[in-house]
């Protein structure tokens, strides 16, 4: 899951992106879908995922790199809409957290 993860984040395309309302890159969306498969296989590494998603997640709110903050929520919203059954209080209570970070 760690390589999964890093791979998300290594796509270049796009940091600077102003408007977080546009679609991400097909490259970061491609990483991410193939996150959520590997939680939905493994669903016993999905608190691991989530915690690591939260700590990249602490990193960028700190170095204000807002965008990729976004790709982290990004993440988390594909693994709560694709994996069944998925530990949603868990993924909830680490959304809150990021979110925590913005403000």
């Known amino acids: ?9 290594k796509a270049k395309e796009d940091r600077n992106a102003q408007n977080l309302d546009d679609a991400l890159p097909t490259t970061t969306a491609g990483k991410i879908r193939k996150l959520t498969e590997y939680g939905g296989k493994n669903p016993h590494r999905i608190p691991k995922i989530a915690r690591r998603l939260r700590r990249r997640a602490e990193t960028y709110a700190k170095k204000k790199q807002v965008h990729l ?5 990004r993440c988390y919203e594909a693994m709560l809409r694709e994996i ?3 530990p949603t209080s868990m993924m909830a209570v680490e959304i809150h957290h990021v979110i925590g ?3």
Request: charged content about 15%; hydrophobic content about 50%; some cysteine.
């Open 101 to 103: 970070l913005l403000v």
């Open 84 to 86: 069944r059954p998925c």
């Open 69 to 73: 903050v976004h790709v982290v929520v």
């Open 1 to 9: 899951y760690n390589q999964y993860v890093k791979d998300v984040f």
